[in-house]
């Protein structure tokens, strides 16, 4: 399966997005939870390397949920996001433009 790009994904995500296009809860299906990775993904700038607190911040930001901790997971789960051994910093795995 391929992954949808950051546009497919809010179109997937549709009523789950407030008006800012805001994550405003984690999806209990599978589908969409790739989805929300691969649409916040999007909000990291790849190439730059983040602490652990400012992937939380861009996350508390697009994620309203408020739990950061499980986006971030998933995300490198999806190995969308790749973290150094002791989590000091972390970074796009790949380029989804």
Do not use: C
């Amino acid at each position: 399966m391929t992954a949808p790009t950051p546009a497919e994904a809010a179109r997937q995500l549709g009523p789950r997005l407030d008006p800012q296009g805001r994550l405003m809860r984690w999806p209990t299906k599978l589908t969409f939870q790739r989805a929300a990775v691969h649409y916040l993904i999007a909000k990291f700038e790849a190439g730059r390397e983040y602490s652990e607190a400012q992937v939380n911040e861009v996350l508390d930001y697009w994620a309203t949920f408020n739990d950061a901790a499980l986006a971030r997971r998933t995300m490198i789960e999806e190995h969308l996001l790749s973290r150094t051994t002791d989590g000091a910093r972390y970074w796009v795995t790949k380029d989804l433009s």
